[in-house]
């Protein structure tokens, strides 16, 4: 039961290129969450899902692009990377509405 | 707006000393709050929430409405309690989690 699995761990980038981070977590659970966390920030909300083929922008969406085609995946891309998106990115899943986050190990992308 | 507001990035204490983390919250309705804990090498994960009004680790949250707070404390640390802690609070609905900016917590021997 490996609960929410992202990949990469690490990836380094040159402005403007693209990429996607995946998140797989196999709990069955409805809800996706993409996170970023910066120096002194916190966590910050992307984007997230209530089910498959849903989608909705959170705090920080505007750079990122997300799909969930299958429920127990959430992909987050970057269609042309800036440095200002260099950042630790988190997955996170819930059961449902109320339930609590289970988060990913983290991915830690740089953008020369 | 609703936000959470951590004021201490660090706090550092010794062995067997109280702990208070604190944590302020603005948010118009009733609030629901957690404290999630980030061990080293670890995910982060849900240390309580504050309507279970439980103890876990020895650690405990009230939640004060009147002040707006959400403070978490222990009356001894331990070395093994040395992590980041990050006060949040749900909102908007859909599980949303706006978190504070986190006071990473030393107990030294």
């Known amino acids: 039961n490996a609960g929410v699995t992202q990949t990469p761990k690490f990836r380094v980038l040159k402005t403007g290129q693209s990429m996607t981070l995946l998140c797989a977590q196999d709990?069955?659970?409805?809800?996706m969450y993409w996170y970023r966390q910066d120096p002194g920030m916190g966590l910050r909300l992307i984007h997230y899902?209530?089910?498959?083929?849903?989608?909705a922008k959170g705090e920080v969406p505007d750079g990122y692009n997300v799909s969930r085609l299958k429920k127990q995946n959430f992909l987050l891309g970057l269609e042309s990377a800036a440095p200002s998106q260099t950042s630790v990115y988190f997955c996170?899943?819930?059961?449902?509405?109320?339930?609590?986050?289970?988060f990913g190990e983290g991915s830690r992308l740089t953008v020369l | 707006a609703q936000r959470v507001t951590q004021p201490e990035k660090l706090l550092s204490v010794f062995k067997g000393a109280p702990v208070e983390l604190k944590c302020n919250y603005s948010?118009?309705?009733?609030?629901?709050l957690f404290w999630y804990v980030q061990y080293s090498r670890q995910r982060l994960q849900l240390l309580l929430r504050?309507?279970s009004r439980e103890s876990i680790k020895g650690f405990t949250a009230d939640l004060n409405k009147g002040e707006t707070s959400f403070h978490l404390k222990k009356p001894f640390a331990q070395e093994e309690d040395s992590a980041m802690y990050y006060c949040?609070?749900?909102?908007?609905?859909?599980?949303?989690?706006?978190f504070g900016a986190g006071t990473r917590l030393a107990v030294h021997p």
């Open positions: 996170a899943s819930s059961y449902g509405g109320f339930g609590e986050l289970f």
């Open positions: 709990m069955n659970h409805e809800y």
């Open positions: 899902s209530v089910g498959e083929g849903t989608t």
């Open positions: 948010y118009s309705g009733s609030p629901e």
């Open positions: 504050h309507i």
């Open positions: 949040a609070l749900r909102s908007g609905g859909y599980n949303k989690l706006i």
